[in-house]
């Protein structure tokens, strides 16, 4: 059974950092690309950032680009996010999610995902 545990969330205030982790388990790390995707309250779903460990790629969203940084660690089946210089609208649940194939920002293609982590950037 493919588990991913997502961790590191909390109360932070403006200019404040968090390092959240995504613990994978249940499945071959390297064939699996990684996203971070987060809902903020009333709104949708977005992607922030992905990465594929085996490519040696990453992407992110605009609004988190020079703030956020993707990362893995194969030895220890986890994903990290470290996020710089948050602000009040990077507030939301944030999710890790797996995908077998191209990784990206379109939620559909991620096979497994998370239960979420809140993240509240508030004074």
């Known amino acids: 059974e493919v588990q991913l545990v997502e961790s590191g969330g909390g109360l932070v205030q403006p200019g404040g950092s968090l390092r959240l982790s995504c613990a994978a388990s249940g499945l071959t790390f390297d064939n699996y690309g990684f996203g971070w995707f987060r809902r903020a309250p009333g709104q949708e779903r977005e992607g922030v950032a992905s990465t594929r460990a085996s490519y040696g790629d990453s992407f992110y969203a605009d609004s988190v680009k020079g703030r956020f940084t993707i990362s893995s660690d194969k030895a220890k089946n986890t994903v990290y996010l470290q996020m710089n210089n948050l602000k009040p609208e990077d507030t939301g649940v944030y999710y890790c999610?797996?995908?077998?194939?191209?990784?990206?920002?379109?939620?559909?293609?991620?096979?497994?995902w998370g239960e979420g982590t809140q993240v509240t950037v508030s004074s």
């Open positions: 999610a797996a995908t077998a194939g191209l990784f990206g920002f379109v939620p559909a293609e991620y096979d497994y």
